[in-house]
């Protein structure tokens, strides 16, 4: 399978997938992405493997393609995992479709954006469809949305075959900007930077108090850091372009941030400070 987009993200899904054998091929537009995402898969590969209780008979091979033709030839999946950008993931669903095999299946990572969005270029629709992931090993659901076209029996395929790798799969049953638990988690999140950019509270009591009230876990802005303010950012403009009336003022803190180069933990700063970038 093939990893379309190294990122904070596309680097963690490499790693379960790996972890639960199966050969990844890793692409990205930067050389340096790409370096980096094997680096990650190779040092964490056994914690992932321990903490999604994965011992295949063999670890998947990593290797990384510095072509998309390359990157994707024999692959069975490519999951894009791309900037948040429509126009963006248009073109490489465009790209994908054209170079990929025939019968392989082509999935989105996108948090917000139904695939039927991406389409416009694709000649094959019954293959494309959103899987999200969030951040596995800890949060290790995955949801699977159709694109409006996508065949039935490539859902019911990974349902089947995503356990495997450690993770839980949902069903999404109905085209949705953003997805089940991220929806419910968008309103909780917004909240906590609205009682932030109001002066109510400063992030670090919002995580204490919401340790003191749920179970321990990742708390919201240390969450967010990880993620990367810039991917939360372009996730709360989607929801505001298509949800009239929601407040600006979580967006024009997340904005404050952004401006001092301050995206979370692959900048080394965010909410919290983590030293050097990751
Ligand atoms: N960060 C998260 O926790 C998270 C969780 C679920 C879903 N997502 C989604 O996953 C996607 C990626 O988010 P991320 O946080 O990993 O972003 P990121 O910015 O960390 O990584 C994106 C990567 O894509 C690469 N890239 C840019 N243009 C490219 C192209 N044309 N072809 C190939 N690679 C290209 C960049 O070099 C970068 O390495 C987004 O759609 C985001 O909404 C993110």
Redesign the pocket.
């Given at each position: 399978m093939t990893i379309?987009?190294?990122?904070?993200?596309?680097?963690r899904i490499a790693a379960v997938y790996a972890g639960g054998g199966s050969d990844v091929r890793i692409?990205?537009?930067?050389a340096e992405?790409r370096q980096a995402?094997k680096d990650y898969v190779e040092q964490h590969l056994p914690d992932i493997q321990e903490a999604l209780g994965l011992h295949p008979d063999r670890v998947g091979r990593v290797e990384v393609a510095a072509d998309?033709p390359g990157a994707v030839e024999g692959a069975w999946m490519v999951i894009?995992?791309?900037?948040?950008r429509v126009d963006?993931?248009t073109?490489?669903f465009g790209e994908l479709d054209r170079l990929a095999e025939p019968d392989a299946i082509l999935a989105?990572?996108?948090?917000?954006?139904p695939t039927s969005r991406m389409i416009g270029n694709v000649k094959h629709p019954e293959r494309v469809l959103n899987t999200?992931?969030?951040?596995p090993p800890e949060l290790n659901s995955v949801e699977l949305m159709s694109c409006g076209e996508t065949h039935d029996g490539v859902i019911e395929a990974l349902m089947q075959r995503i356990p495997r790798y450690g993770l839980v799969p949902f069903r999404v049953r109905r085209e949705s900007d953003g997805f089940i638990f991220?929806r419910i988690w968008a309103s909780i999140k917004r909240e906590c930077l609205m009682v932030v950019q109001e002066g109510v509270a400063a992030p670090e009591d919002v995580d204490e108090m919401w340790n003191i009230f749920t179970r321990p876990g990742i708390p919201p802005f240390r969450l967010m850091d990880?993620?990367?303010l810039?991917?939360v950012l372009?996730?709360e403009e989607h929801y505001a372009s298509v949800r009239p009336g929601l407040s600006d003022g979580p967006r024009e803190l997340l904005r404050q941030y952004i401006d001092q180069g301050r995206l979370g933990v692959?900048s080394g700063r965010g909410f919290y400070d983590y030293g050097e970038p990751s």
């Open positions: 379309d987009g190294a990122g904070t993200l596309g680097r692409f990205d537009t930067s992405q995402a998309l894009e995992a791309v900037p948040e963006l993931k073109e490489v989105s990572n996108s948090s917000s954006l999200h992931y969030y951040q991220n990880r993620v990367g810039d991917v372009n996730i692959k």
